[in-house]
């Protein structure tokens, strides 16, 4: 936040007020505030509220809930001053920008106490997703044991119904776009679209073979048919990762 705002952007994150965090999920979870002042007195961080000039303690985390539905651990959006509105043949080619460069970013490196922790990022991270998914033995042994049933439930819940939603909007914005493109924008839009649209297709057919309960006691029978199938899923991941280069 101190070097945005050095180098002229406009920050902006969502409130830090963690009892209205627990009280409301969703979309309501997060106001968003931009921010026009940091100081540092020692250990003692504050950021000023722009608009209402209110000096703000910054002493633990946050979380927030971005446009796109995912909370994500201390958000931060960041803005220039501009002279006029963005026009929306540049909203397109800045949002088409961001998407190559998000797909093409190989990693993130966090540092920890024992040195550095390295996670992928863009297709770097769907291509390790697909490495570790076809290393599953997919069997019905397999898929009903008490771990491995918890990790397909909490996947179709908490990564591939989200990531669907997220690429169909992707898709539908692209296309959109598209319509209004002349020259050589046009197709190349165009090309995106159906490649969000392929993406949210392969990952709606590898959700059907996902159960929708944790527990082996608790999945109707229609799971149960669905994981005695579940070999079938092995290839989607990747051909949804295909979709997404």
């Avoid at 927030?64 to 002279?83: D, F, I, K, Q, Y």
């Amino acid at each position: 936040i101190q070097g945005l705002l050095a180098q002229g952007y406009i920050p902006v994150t969502s409130t830090m007020e963690r009892s209205r965090r627990r009280r409301f999920g969703g979309p309501q979870a997060s106001k968003w505030m931009a921010i026009d002042g940091f100081r540092r007195d020692g250990d003692i961080i504050e950021i000023r509220q722009a608009g209402a000039g209110r000096w703000l303690q910054v002493s633990e985390d946050w979380v927030g809930t971005l446009p796109s539905g995912n909370r994500e651990n201390c958000p931060l959006l960041v803005a220039r001053r501009g002279s006029g509105p963005l026009s929306a043949t540049a909203l397109v080619d800045t949002l088409a920008a961001l998407a190559l460069e998000l797909g093409g970013a190989g990693q993130i490196v966090d540092e920890v106490d024992w040195g550095h922790r390295i996670y992928p990022t863009g297709l770097a991270a769907w291509d390790a997703w697909v490495t570790d998914w076809e290393r599953r033995p997919f069997t019905l042994q397999w898929a009903t044991s008490p771990r491995p049933l918890d990790q397909l439930e909490g996947l179709r819940r908490r990564v591939l119904i989200p990531l669907i939603a997220q690429r169909q909007l992707a898709a539908r914005f692209f296309a959109s776009a598209a319509t209004s493109a002349t020259g050589s924008r046009q197709p190349k839009l165009q090309a995106a679209a159906t490649g969000y649209a392929a993406v949210a297709q392969r990952l709606e057919t590898l959700v059907a073979y996902m159960p929708s309960e944790d527990r082996l006691d608790d999945l109707p029978a229609e799971d149960l048919r669905r994981l005695d199938r579940i070999v079938e899923a092995r290839p989607l991941l990747r051909d949804a990762r295909d979709a997404e280069r």
